[in-house]
């Protein structure tokens, strides 16, 4: 097939369903231009991100999180290459922290999975946080929809790894992973954070160093004390020591995956995540298009309501409803 040269930033391409049709057939420049598509905020990109959106809803997305050191992006790369050896492809979003200076990903996470990019069943994209809150950039999961509609079988996620606030994929992948690797005070952090709260599955890194089976033992103690997952109190969490650079571990964490993915399907949870999933998009959206709104047209409606608020004659929560209306008219 001929590649033509990438639209300019923020525009749809000549063709969008010729588009659609490279992703389907899993082009990897036709995916590379699909996902530039859906980072970009302009109205123009809406209606291919919508169609994409459509054929979205085959992979099982796999979120893997844990703070800084943890030997995430070694576990993602292990996990990959295993799913892989099993006949799957595997799609990764890896969200790196944003350069100060560019604001593009510094793409540490890309140059440690490199000796994946030559697999033709493997499509890797790294993605600048931008500022986002929550471990995940804003256009995460309309990137992870064109994997999903190029049909790949895994989306991992990896978190930027920013700790006491990173949950946000609890509410963008069908399973969960917190990695936590020995010597880093991760339980203490997961206890913190919220992290313990979240995970599907443990995973303890490094195990090859000599405390790595106490960090096993304290996870375990943490989950007995129970009141603690994702509100399916039918899956019994598990905590699996591994050794991602030595492939040890892998092969168990892989099954515990697909066992959760089977869990999943057999007791009707697997839809009501997707639910929450797309519940919050939505809201996530609709804050976007608030924001956008603020920070453009709506910028003299803004400072109307802020100088009547300075002089006293409205109230913060008045104002606030004065400009949701003035927003609402405008859409």
Known sequence: MAETAP????TAPASGDALIAMVQDRNRRGIARAMAIAESTSDGSRDFVAAVHRLAGHAHTIGVTGVPGSGKSTMVRALAQRFRATGRTVGIVAIDPSSPFSGGAILGDRIRMNELSGD???????MATRGALGGLARATLD????????????????TVGVGQDEVDVVQAAHTVLVVSAPGLGDEVQAIKAGVLEI????VVSKCDKPDAMQTVADLQAMLKLGGIGRGDTTWAIEVIPTSAQNRDGIDVLVDAIDRHRAHLRSTGE?????????EMRIVKTAEDIVRDQLGGRRREALHAVLTQA????????TAARTLLRDIATGL
């Open 7 to 10: 639209p300019a930033a923020g």
């Open 143 to 158: 990137v992870v929809d064109v994997l999903d509609a190029a049909r790949f079988d895994v989306v991992l996620i990896e």
């Open 310 to 317: 300075v002089a006293k004659d409205t109230d913060p929560y």
């Open 199 to 202: 995970a599907d599955i443990h």
């Open 120 to 126: 033709p069943g493997v499509f890797i994209r790294s």
């Open 270 to 278: 697997l839809e009501a995540r997707q639910r929450r999933i797309l």
